[in-house]
Nanobody
Framework: QVQLVESGGGLVQAGGSLRLSCAAS????????MGWFRQAPGKEREFVAA????????LYAGSVKGRFTISRDNAKNTVYLQMNSLKPEDTAVYYCAAVLLTGWGTSVTSSGTYNYWGQGTQVTVSS
C-alpha cells in the first residue's frame, strides 16, 4: 500500500506561483509512475502532469504546458508540481496519484491507470 499526502495548496493571485508536494509513505516511490490531476467544481477530474518512475520522462496537459513543472525526489519519496503564471481557470482540488508501472505511455494521462490517490489540496487563483 502507498499512502499519498498532498500539501502546498492555497490562495494566490493570477500570475503567481505555488509548489505542490506529494509525500509518500508505505512504499518507496521509485517504482511508481506519478501523476497530478485536478478537479474543479462541477467538472470531471482531469490530467495535469505525469512523471516516469526514473524521472526521465514527463507528460503535460496542453493547458499547463510551459507553466507547470512536475519533478520528483525519490530519495525523499516526494513528487512536486511547480505551478507558475497561474490563472483563475487553474482553480481546483489537485490530487497526486501513483501506479506501479515499468513502462511509459499515454496511459499515464488517464485517471483509471492509477492505483493510489491522495486526499487532494485546494488551489484557488483569484483574478
Amino acid at each position: 500500500q502507498v499512502q499519498l499526502v498532498e500539501s502546498g495548496g492555497g490562495l494566490v493571485q493570477a500570475g503567481g506561483s505555488l509548489r505542490l508536494s506529494c509525500a509518500a509513505s508505505g512504499r518507496t516511490l521509485s517504482s511508481y509512475a506519478m501523476g497530478w490531476f485536478r478537479q474543479a467544481p462541477g467538472k470531471e477530474r482531469e490530467f495535469v502532469a505525469a512523471i516516469r518512475r526514473s524521472g526521465t520522462s514527463t507528460l503535460y496537459a496542453g493547458s499547463v504546458k510551459g507553466r507547470f513543472t512536475i519533478s520528483r525526489d525519490n530519495a525523499k519519496n516526494t513528487v512536486y508540481l511547480q505551478m507558475n503564471s497561474l490563472k483563475p481557470e487553474d482553480t481546483a482540488v489537485y490530487y497526486c496519484a501513483a501506479v506501479l508501472l515499468t513502462g511509459w505511455g499515454t496511459s499515464v494521462t488517464s485517471s483509471g491507470t492509477y492505483n493510489y490517490w491522495g486526499q487532494g489540496t485546494q488551489v484557488t487563483v483569484s483574478s
